[in-house]
């Protein structure tokens, strides 16, 4: 993999996450956590369809790797939603 298609696949992913925070409503953080938020959901995608038995649709090949968009934007998500349980929303009380 060169650095482009890793400069690419890290891109892709970033995106990802901006709209899997977007859809829960949870946002903690700014690029990287996008990022890692996109790297996360594909993995808890990737799982999940295989659990359900659907395939991949709209996956991305990028230097010999296979990103799932759609399933990284549901993983990721699921995930921010889980972290906003979880963690509770931060309230300013006066």
């Known amino acids: 993999m060169t650095l482009i298609e890793f400069l690419l696949l890290l891109l892709i992913a970033g995106v990802c996450g901006s709209i899997a925070q977007s859809l829960a409503g949870y946002s903690h953080g700014g690029c990287l956590v996008s990022i890692a938020l ?23 090949q990028i230097g010999g790797a296979t990103f799932p968009i759609i ?9 921010a939603a889980a972290l906003a349980v979880l963690g509770g929303r931060n309230r300013n009380v006066e």
């Open 38 to 60: 996109g790297f996360i959901g594909a993995l808890l995608g990737a799982w999940l369809s295989r659990l359900v038995g659907i395939g991949d649709f709209l996956a991305v």
């Open 71 to 79: 399933w990284s934007v549901i993983g990721g998500a699921l995930f």
